[in-house]
């Protein structure tokens, strides 16, 4: 009985530190700090009552399985999200299992919630970033592209992935990973880039509104991910 109350308390206490505490303070969404609790709650009541029926415990992680598949697919998540979802349901898992002695289930979620402090901390990738970037010029050589992106970016382009290239448009579409050469979120836009004007390079500008794919010289359109 001591282990299933210090589960519970070390479920509830990891669970509150490591959402709103690690989680939310670097990621800023409030309904899958939700979903996370919640997860970690469920998986922890259910974990429970099946250990001690005749259920099995195995019908009752597959059944999780199914669900964790469905909640993956029915929404966008970036990977540290995902990262963050299946570290919840372990904590919610482990915890209901509430091994002995009873200090394992505490330890167990401690190094849980330790290890995502560390792994995702800005600090030693703050100036790397990752985007999906559409140029509204169709760049078959790499070191074309690589100068378009480093220009419009005011980065160091580390390594491109081209999604498209369309010839008959006249567009391209790349996955970057680039370092910053400023401040990250202090990225300065060049002048012709805010007037929405090609450089006499031949280089493609750059734009906040959404991409003109029927048009040779669409403005160019940048979503953000951070690696």
């Given at each position: 009985?001591m282990?299933?109350?210090?589960?519970?308390?070390?479920?509830?206490?990891?669970?509150a530190?490591?959402?709103?505490?690690?989680?939310f303070?670097?990621?800023?969404?409030?309904?899958l700090?939700?979903?996370?609790?919640?997860?970690?709650?469920?998986?922890?009541a259910?974990?429970?009552?099946?250990?001690?029926?005749?259920?099995?415990?195995?019908?009752?992680?597959?059944?999780?399985?199914?669900?964790?598949?469905?909640?993956?697919?029915?929404?966008?998540?970036?990977?540290?999200?995902?990262?963050y979802?299946?570290?919840?349901?372990?904590?919610?898992?482990?915890?209901?299992?509430?091994?002995?002695?009873?200090?394992?289930?505490?330890?167990?979620?401690?190094?849980?919630?330790?290890?995502?402090?560390?792994?995702?901390?800005?600090?030693?990738?703050r100036?790397?970033?990752?985007?999906?970037?559409?140029?509204?010029?169709?760049?078959?050589?790499?070191?074309?592209?690589?100068d378009?992106?480093?220009?419009?970016?005011?980065?160091?382009?580390?390594?491109?992935?081209?999604?498209?290239?369309?010839m008959?448009?006249?567009?391209?579409?790349?996955?970057?990973?680039?370092?910053?050469?400023?401040?990250?979120?202090?990225?300065?836009?060049?002048?012709?880039?805010?007037?929405?004007?090609?450089?006499?390079?031949?280089y493609?500008?750059?734009?906040?509104?959404?991409?003109?794919?029927?048009?040779?010289?669409?403005?160019?359109?940048?979503?953000?991910?951070?690696?």
């Open positions: 009985m282990a299933l109350w210090v589960g519970l308390l070390a479920n509830v206490t990891g669970m530190i490591l959402v709103f505490l690690v989680y303070r670097r990621h800023y969404r409030r309904d700090a939700l979903a996370y609790i919640a997860l970690s709650m469920g998986i922890f259910v974990t429970l009552l099946l250990s001690e029926s005749e259920a099995g415990l195995g019908l009752g992680l597959g059944l999780f399985g199914i669900l964790s598949i469905i909640r993956l697919r029915s929404d966008t998540l970036t990977q540290e999200e995902v990262a979802y299946f570290i919840s349901l372990a904590i919610g898992l482990i915890n209901g299992l509430h091994p002995d002695p009873a200090w394992v289930s505490p330890v167990i979620t401690a190094s849980l919630v330790a290890i995502m402090y560390v792994v995702d901390h800005h600090g030693p990738g100036s790397t970033q990752r985007q999906m970037v559409t140029l509204d010029r169709a760049y078959p050589a790499e070191h074309q592209r690589i378009a992106l480093e220009q419009l970016l005011d980065a160091k382009v580390l390594h491109t992935v081209v999604l498209e290239l369309d008959v448009r006249d567009l391209t579409i790349v996955d970057v990973r680039y370092r910053t050469n400023g401040p990250v979120d202090n990225i300065p836009v060049p002048k012709k880039a805010r007037n929405n004007t090609t450089s006499a390079t031949g493609p500008s750059i734009s906040a509104q959404q991409p003109t794919y029927g048009l040779a010289q669409g403005p160019a359109s940048v979503s953000t991910n951070r690696v």
